[in-house]
């Protein structure tokens, strides 16, 4: 980079490694051309890379870069726009000539020794086009050329030669079935691919402005204990001044409907509330370029409506992109929708009215079709060896929230009376927050009441008879993956509780039979969770407990999901489920609002 260009200051925003990291890409005219900041506050923060280095920069200098942790090809910083080119190896070393080019990275030059920048490709400066609107004002221009990645242990691309470009303020919609590569494509946009992720990486990514990013696991953004200070991270890190940054931070709060104060604890919000957290945190930073990976899908229809007000609101001028699933509500507010099939091919890319003219895409909720009916699903991979009335019984539960600085009580039950009985699927809804996840762990012996009756009570059982009793599929499905092999996943807890499985018949049945060598946490949002599903209940167990199970799916997978659920439940199962989805199987539904049963 040229150090005589104007100042810049972009934002990678925010981070999806697990580590509930975020880092800020900016560059400038003294000193340094670029510099990595870490997910600290304000100013005085060092300039390493917290995500992927230790705190010791120098340490970098003569360390080795793991085969895991390949160099990026493709970088677009988020700022006056940049490219880079080049291809991605699937593994760095520390050669002469490699640590030579590195020191010619932008990253290098600020004293970063960061795994991620090692071997770059050629950095390049260019002026923005204007825009087809006639509005070269605008910043926020998005471009992809020749976009391949195929992720670490993987043998075919998930993006395979992807030519994509959005103008300035323009809305695009991203469908495709689960699986197609729609969220890879916003972490291309961000750089994340060959840094965050490991794998290997080719073509052109250009993104003209500041880019933020809301990640389809809201878990992914946290990065702060309080919410009045998870929000403030991104503001804080444009410099913006303590009256500018808490204005926003209120405003934002007020926007997607987050009806708590700012030394609230993040870690004592339901799923519903972080992703509207998470959403807070990309409205006060009011970015050029907005990407939203499935903002309402863990959302009731109220507080959805208000999420999509809020994006639409901040987003005004700016270019938006959303990969959403269930795409009818969005429709009426963008510009375009681009379809794309397997390997991030793009099938159609059209205007809605065209869109609305055209087939149904494969896979896609396409309005108008009649609903998709459950798969059925053979009694033998479903059918449990016993099952019992759960009931619970006035039950109060009150939830501790600890952190190094404090703790915090949450009422999220009070009174709770309801029963689920063998051979239906009784639906947990109401909006987020209610207690919905609470109460399926109360029945499953994973949560203690403070008060109140549990039948039976499993909290004394030992870890091996609670899981071949209980099948539990948690919110967040990283939570219950226990191994790094698709295949080894669904057959663990059946190893475990002296029952055989077919893991193959499973792995087909859920679509994930092409995945069957793959590492659970590298897989999409959507597949992630049906495979928390089959090692759940694999085993057939009595007792199934799922929470938001068809979040993420499209209308084929969303059936195998669905059938699966509706044939443990005729099998004899005990089936409780918590939804926001009005589609999902039942047989009863307990509607909960503040802890409490209201129908």
């Given at each position: 980079m040229d150090s005589s260009s104007a100042s810049l200051a972009p934002r990678w925003s925010p981070s999806w490694s697990r580590r509930r990291s975020r880092c800020s890409w900016s560059a400038g005219r003294s000193g340094a051309s670029a510099r990595w900041r870490p997910a600290s506050s304000r100013a005085s923060a060092p300039s390493w890379c917290s995500p992927c280095c230790s705190t010791d920069a120098s340490a970098w200098s003569s360390r080795p870069s793991p085969a895991r942790w390949p160099a990026p090809s493709s970088r677009s910083t988020s700022g006056s726009r940049t490219t880079t080119t080049g291809t991605c190896p699937t593994s760095s070393s520390t050669s002469a000539s490699s640590r030579s080019r590195a020191r010619s990275s932008p990253a290098s030059a600020a004293g970063c020794w960061c795994r991620a920048w090692l071997a770059p490709g050629c950095w390049t400066r260019s002026v923005p086009a204007a825009s087809k609107r006639g509005r070269s004002d605008l910043r926020g221009r998005v471009r992809t050329r020749g976009l391949t990645w195929r992720p670490l242990g993987r043998r075919r691309p998930t993006i395979a030669g992807l030519d994509l470009d959005v103008e300035p303020g323009e809305r695009v919609l991203l469908v495709g079935a689960s699986g197609a590569g729609k969220s890879t494509v916003l972490h291309a946009l961000v750089g994340a691919l060959g840094?965050?992720?490991?794998?290997?990486?080719?073509?052109?990514?250009?993104?003209?402005?500041?880019?933020?990013?809301?990640?389809?696991?809201?878990?992914?953004?946290?990065?702060?204990?309080?919410?009045?200070?998870?929000?403030?991270?991104?503001?804080?890190?444009?410099?913006?001044?303590?009256?500018?940054?808490?204005?926003?931070?209120?405003?934002?709060?007020?926007?997607?409907?987050?009806?708590?104060?700012?030394?609230?604890?993040?870690?004592?919000?339901?799923?519903?509330?972080?992703?509207?957290?998470?959403?807070?945190?990309?409205?006060?930073?009011?970015?050029?370029?907005?990407?939203?990976?499935?903002?309402?899908?863990?959302?009731?229809?109220?507080?959805?409506?208000?999420?999509?007000?809020?994006?639409?609101?901040?987003?005004r001028d700016r270019t938006l992109l959303v990969v959403e699933h269930r795409l009818e509500p969005w429709l009426p507010h963008v510009d375009r929708v681009v379809v794309l099939g397997p390997g991030a091919v793009v099938v159609q890319d059209t205007d809605v009215a065209g869109f609305l003219a055209g087939p149904p895409p494969d896979g896609v909720w396409f309005p108008g079709l009649p609903d998709p009916e459950p798969v059925p699903v053979p009694a033998p991979l479903v059918e449990p060896a016993s099952s019992a009335v759960h009931a619970l019984a006035g039950v109060d539960v009150v939830l501790r929230a600890r952190t190094l600085r404090g703790s915090q009580l949450t009422q999220a039950l009070s009174g709770v009376d309801l029963a689920v009985r063998p051979g239906e699927v009784a639906a947990l809804?109401?909006?987020?927050?209610?207690?919905?996840?609470?109460?399926?762990?109360?029945?499953?012996?994973?949560?203690?009441?403070?008060?109140?009756?549990?039948?039976?009570?499993?909290?004394?059982?030992?870890?091996?008879?609670?899981?071949?009793?209980?099948?539990?599929?948690?919110?967040?499905?990283?939570?219950?993956?226990?191994?790094?092999?698709?295949?080894?996943?669904?057959?663990?807890?059946?190893?475990?509780?002296?029952?055989?499985?077919?893991?193959?018949?499973?792995?087909?049945?859920?679509?994930?039979?092409?995945?069957?060598?793959?590492?659970?946490?590298?897989?999409?949002?959507?597949?992630?969770?049906?495979?928390?599903?089959?090692?759940?209940?694999?085993?057939?167990?009595?007792?199934?407990?799922?929470?938001?199970?068809?979040?993420?799916?499209?209308?084929g997978t969303w059936s195998a999901v669905a059938g699966w659920v509706r044939a443990a439940a005729d099998a004899g199962a005990t089936v409780a489920l918590s939804t926001h989805d009005d589609l999902a199987p039942r047989d009863v539904e307990v509607r909960l609002d503040d802890g409490r049963v209201v129908a």
């Open positions: 840094s965050t992720y490991a794998g290997d990486l080719s073509g052109e990514v250009e993104v003209d402005g500041r880019v933020g990013l809301l990640v389809q696991n809201p878990e992914d953004a946290l990065v702060a204990a309080h919410v009045g200070r998870d929000v403030a991270f991104g503001p804080e890190n444009l410099g913006l001044g303590r009256d500018e940054t808490w204005a926003r931070v209120d405003a934002a709060l007020t926007a997607v409907g987050l009806d708590v104060d700012r030394e609230h604890l993040t870690v004592a919000l339901s799923g519903g509330e972080k992703q509207r957290l998470a959403l807070a945190g990309q409205v006060a930073l009011r970015p050029d370029v907005l990407l939203l990976d499935e903002p309402t899908s863990m959302l009731d229809d109220a507080s959805a409506a208000r999420v999509r007000d809020a994006v639409l609101a901040v987003a809804v109401g909006p987020s927050g209610s207690g919905k996840s609470t109460a399926l762990g109360v029945l499953g012996g994973l949560v203690r009441p403070t008060s109140g009756t549990v039948t039976p009570d499993l909290r004394r059982a030992r870890t091996r008879e609670l899981a071949a009793l209980v099948g539990w599929v948690p919110q967040n499905p990283e939570h219950g993956f226990v191994t790094t092999r698709v295949a080894d996943e669904v057959g663990r807890t059946s190893e475990r509780v002296g029952r055989t499985v077919d893991v193959d018949a499973v792995l087909e049945l859920l679509g994930l039979a092409h995945l069957r060598e793959a590492n659970p946490y590298r897989l999409s949002g959507g597949e992630q969770r049906r495979l928390a599903l089959a090692a759940a209940l694999a085993h057939r167990p009595g007792t199934v407990l799922l929470d938001e199970p068809t979040v993420g799916q499209d209308r």
